[in-house]
């Protein structure tokens, strides 16, 4: 046995003795090992000023209010081949090309983005502007990632 980190042949118990790396971290390793680099696309959209605007109504008006745009914002991922990776309170983070093999993964989230600020502007939660950030750079795919989606 070899500590992922440092090297060390043959380290005993839970942390190596040369370096303290925890020796689990050897399912990491090979994890990492077998990652692959791709290029990907990131969406995320959130809600601006939702927290303003459902300050004065309860906790199931507030998910009445914002739930529309939230699954206008999914669904508008999903059309463009996109994923919804997590959905956090007003918004969503999406990946394009990463879990698939969409070539074209730069051009379906700005698709992605424009159905979304179409819905916005549709009414899906009325009054609640909407913010859209994409990214596309080099991202290290793992094969349990795959799942996740």
């Not at 020796?23 to 090992?33: H, P």
């Not at 990131?42 to 927290?51: E, N, P, Q, W, Y």
């Not at 879990?99 to 379906?108: G, I, K, Q, T």
């Not at 549709?122 to 502007?129: C, F, H, I, T, V």
């Given at each position: 046995m070899?500590?992922p980190?440092?090297?060390?042949s043959?380290p005993?118990?839970k942390?190596c003795?040369?370096c303290?790396?925890p020796?689990?971290?050897?399912?990491?390793?090979?994890?990492?090992?077998q990652a692959?680099?791709?290029?990907?696309t990131?969406?995320?959209?959130?809600?601006?000023?939702?927290?303003k605007?459902?300050s004065?109504?309860?906790?199931e008006?507030a998910?009445?209010?914002?739930?529309?745009?939230?699954?206008a914002m999914?669904?508008?991922v999903?059309?463009?081949?996109?994923?919804?990776?997590?959905v956090r309170g007003?918004?969503?983070?999406?990946?394009?090309?990463a879990?698939?093999?969409?070539?074209?993964?730069?051009?379906?989230a700005?698709?992605?983005?424009?159905?979304?600020?179409?819905?916005?502007k549709?009414?899906?939660?009325?009054?609640?502007?909407v913010?859209?950030?994409?990214?596309?750079g080099?991202v290290?795919?793992t094969?349990?990632?795959?799942?996740?989606?």
């Open positions: 070899h500590c980190r440092c090297g060390l043959s005993t118990g942390f003795s040369e303290g790396t020796l689990e971290a050897k399912s990491v390793g090979q994890a990492a090992a692959t680099r791709k290029i990907a990131v969406l995320f959209a959130d809600i601006k000023g939702s927290t605007a459902i004065a109504i309860d906790a008006g998910m009445l209010r914002i739930r529309p745009m939230i699954n999914a669904a508008a999903r059309e463009q081949g996109g994923t919804v990776i997590e007003d918004g969503i983070l999406s990946g394009f090309g879990l698939d093999s969409l070539e074209d993964h730069p051009l379906a700005c698709r992605a983005a424009l159905a979304i600020r179409q819905a916005a549709g009414g899906a939660s009325p009054g609640l502007p913010r859209i950030g994409i990214h596309t080099e290290i795919v094969p349990g990632e795959a799942g996740n989606s």
